[in-house]
Nanobody, 129 residues
């Protein structure tokens, strides 16, 4: 099964930082993400999956959920087929499983979960107070 692979999660105290990675390895996924926007979403226990951030192809455009602006930064290294999510000033409410997906459309990033496919297994982020 072709998937993106998320990594970099962990447990941190409030105010700490983490950098998540979303890697596309192996064909055809590596070929698929070329030219595609990549989005990060998260899901906390008992809640629906929500938009976090997304980045265009080749990486000149980014969008963020309001609560992440100024704290999170999304970037991509196309040579490595990898998208990063730098998370700073983490808060307990950021605790969730974080997922990345590749756009089913094209290069333009969107905030809608159904616009993305090839979700990975997610990576757990836990922020303690």
């Amino acid at each position: 099964q072709v998937l993106l692979i998320e990594s970099g999660g962990g447990s941190v105290q409030a105010g700490g930082s983490l950098r998540l990675s979303c890697a596309a390895s192996g064909r055809p996924i590596s070929n698929y993400v070329l030219g595609k926007a990549i989005g990060w979403f998260r899901q906390a226990p008992g809640k629906e999956r929500e938009f976090v951030a997304a980045i265009s192809w080749p990486g000149t455009g980014t969008i963020y959920a309001d609560s992440m602006k100024g704290r999170f930064a999304i970037s991509r290294d196309n040579a490595k087929n990898t998208v990063y999510l730098q998370m700073n000033s983490l808060k307990p409410k950021d605790t969730a499983v974080y997922y990345c997906g590749a756009s089913a459309g094209g290069a333009r990033p969107t905030t809608t979960m159904t616009d993305y496919r090839y979700w990975g297994q997610g990576t757990q982020v836990t922020v303690s107070s």
